[in-house]
C-alpha cells in the first residue's frame, strides 16, 4: 500500500516507519525540513520524502493523491510559544481537508486515553482532533494510549531520571493515580495491524498493556528492576506549579512539556475494554517486561528514537536549512587546527562526543554551564544523547542540536540550544590531509552578547584547546 506518514522526526513516527517498509509498503515522508531527516538510514526504493508545514495549507499540495493510507502523529504538547491546541485544530484540519481530496481509505490516528469526565488541555487537545479527523469521507481508526513504555520515550526516560538520580523522593498527589502503561512495541504492533481492516474502521480503541499501575508503583518497579532502593513519601502540598519546576529540574523535560505532563497525570488514564488486542493476534507486554526490553535496545545502543530529538528550539524549528550554512559576517569565531595521529580513531571520537562521553576536556566546566543554562529556563545538559556511539543529523546532544552528521565528509555541525544572547555554532571537520579543523562561531545580539563572548574567552580558551588536543591523540 501506499502510506503517507506524518511527524515523521517524532518519537513514534520513528518506530513505525522501519517496520512499515520491511512489510513491503511505499512510505511517503511528511517533514517541516528535508534535512532534518536522515534518507541515508533506508536503503530502499520504497520510501520518499516531501516537505510539508501542516500549519501552512499551501504546502499540503506536495502530497500525492494516489495514497491509500494516512497516519497522523502530529502533536505540539511542549511548544515553547503560542496556544498548541489552537496549532493542533489548524494543523489538524489542513490535514483533513487535503487527504479528504486523495484516494486514502483510512486515517490512523495515534492519540490519549480520554475516559475522564474532566480532561487536561492536552488531553482535549487530542480529544478535540479526534472530532476533527472523524468528520470526512475516509475512515478513521483512533487508537488512544497512555503511558508509553520504550527506550527514548518520554515517559521511559522522565522515570529514569527520577529512580536512578533520587533515592529518597518527596512527591506530589497525582504520583496516587493509576494508568495503564503500554509498550512501545505494542503501539507499533497496533499501529501496523489496523492498516486496511475495515472491521476498525471509523472505531477508537483505547490501547493499553496488561497492568494497571499507580505512578509510584511504576517508580518503585523501575527501581526494582535496575536494583536501586527507593523511598518515596507523597505530600499533599505541592502545587501542579512546583510540580513542574520538580520535573523541569530533576528530568531532561522542558518545562513547557512537565507543565502539561503534570497536568495530566492527575487524571487517570485506563483504557475501557475491547477486543482489538485479540483481533490481531498481538500478544500485550507487561511493564516489568517494556523495561527490560527498553535497557536491552540501551545498552546495545540501538535506541531508534528518542523523544529529545523531536524537540527542537524555536529557532530551527521554523528554518532548519538555514542554520546549516554557518554565518561569517559579525561573528566572532575560535578556529583551531591540528594533525590528528590516526583519523579514523578521531572520527569516531567526534561521533562519541557529549553524552556519556563527555567533551574530553573539562567536563566539570561543561556541568556548571549546564547547570547556569537550566536556571534561566535553557536545557541544560540534562538530554545527553540517544546513542554513546551513533549519531544523526537532527539528534539532540547535551545542550546542542546536530545540524549535520556526515561521516564520508567527516563533519559534524552542531547549533547551541541553550540560553544565549546570540546564536553558536560548533563544528568539527577533518581534511583529506588528516588535519582537524574545530570551528566555534558566536552571532552576538547586541551589546551584551558581545559583552557575554569576551566574558567566556578565556574559558574558550582552555577548553577547545584542551578539547581538540584529546580529539587528535590515537587513544
Known amino acids: 500500500m501506499k502510506i503517507l506518514l506524518t511527524g515523521v522526526t517524532g518519537y513514534i513516527a520513528q518506530r513505525l516507519l522501519p517496520v512499515l517498509l520491511e512489510n513491503g509498503h511505499e512510505v511517503i515522508c511528511c517533514v517541516r525540513d528535508k534535512n532534518r531527516f536522515n534518507r541515508k538510514n533506508y536503503s530502499t526504493s520504497n520510501l520518499s520524502v516531501i516537505e510539508v508545514d501542516f500549519l501552512d495549507k499551501e504546502s499540503l499540495r506536495q502530497i500525492p493523491n494516489n495514497i491509500d493510507i494516512a497516519y497522523y502523529l502530529i502533536h505540539s504538547m511542549s511548544t515553547h510559544s503560542g496556544d498548541f ?123 493499553g498493556g496488561p497492568d494497571i499501575l499507580s505512578y509510584k508503583e511504576m517508580l518503585l518497579r523501575f527501581a526494582n528492576i535496575r536494583g536501586l532502593k527507593r523511598r518515596i513519601v507523597i505530600v499533599p502540598v505541592m502545587t501542579p506549579k512546583i510540580s513542574s519546576y520538580w520535573l523541569y529540574f530533576v528530568t531532561a523535560t522542558s518545562y513547557a512539556l512537565a507543565k502539561n505532563l503534570v497536568t495530566s497525570m492527575k487524571i487517570e488514564v485506563i483504557c475501557k475494554p475491547n477486543n482489538l488486542a485479540e483481533m490481531l493476534g498481538i500478544n500485550l507486554i507487561d511493564y516489568d517486561t517494556s523495561i527490560k526490553l527498553a535497557f536491552d535496545k540501551i545498552e546495545q545502543n540501538q535506541v531508534l528514537s528518542s523523544w529529545k530529538d523531536a524537540q527542537t528550539s524555536e529557532n530551527i524549528s521554523k528554518n532548519f536549512s538555514k542554520f546549516i550554512e554557518v554565518p561569517v559576517n559579525g561573528c566572532y569565531k575560535d578556529i583551531r587546527s591540528i594533525k590528528v595521529e590516526n583519523s579514523s580513531i578521531s572520527l569516531a571520537k567526534i561521533w562519541a562526543i557529549g553524552g556519556n562521553t563527555g567533551w574530553y576536556w573539562g567536563n566539570w566546566l561543561w556541568e556548571i554551564r549546564g547547570i547556569l543554562d537550566q536556571m534561566v529556563g535553557g536545557v541544560g545538559m540534562r538530554r545527553g544523547r540517544r546513542s554513546d556511539i551513533e549519531i544523526s543529523t537532527g539528534d539532540a546532544l547535551d545542550f546542542w542540536r546536530v545540524l549535520l552528521a556526515d561521516k564520508e565528509e567527516k563533519r559534524l555541525l552542531l547549533y547551541a540550544e541553550m540560553k544565549l544572547p546570540g546564536e553558536a555554532w560548533l563544528e568539527f571537520k577533518i581534511d583529506s590531509n588528516n588535519v582537524l579543523t574545530q570551528s566555534a562561531t558566536f552571532r552576538p545580539l547586541g551589546l551584551l552578547g558581545r559583552v557575554y563572548w569576551y566574558s567566556v574567552l578565556p574559558f574558550h580558551g582552555i577548553i577547545f584547546k584542551g578539547m581538540i588536543t584529546k580529539i587528535a591523540k590515537a587513544k
Open 85 to 207: 491546541e489552537n496549532m493542533e485544530e489548524i494543523c489538524a484540519t489542513n490535514f483533513k481537508n487535503r487527504v479528504a481530496q486523495t484516494s486514502a481509505k483510512q486515517v490512523i490516528y495515534l492519540s490519549g486515553i480520554s475516559n475522564a469526565d474532566e480532561l487536561s488541555k492536552h488531553l482535549t487537545s487530542r480529544k478535540n482532533v479526534e472530532t476533527i479527523l472523524s468528520d470526512s469521507r475516509f475512515a478513521l481508526t483512533t487508537l488512544k494510549a497512555g503511558i508509553i513504555v520504550g527506550s527514548g520515550s518520554a515517559s521511559f526516560e522522565i522515570i529514569r531520571d527520577l529512580v536512578e538520580k533520587l533515592p529518597f523522593m518527596i512527591t506530589p498527589r497525582w504520583l496516587k493515580t493509576r494508568c495503564q502503561p503500554i509498550a512501545i512495541r505494542n503501539v507499533v504492533e497496533f499501529s501496523v495491524g489496523v492498516i486496511g481492516k475495515t472491521e476498525t474502521y471509523n472505531k477508537s480503541y483505547d490501547i
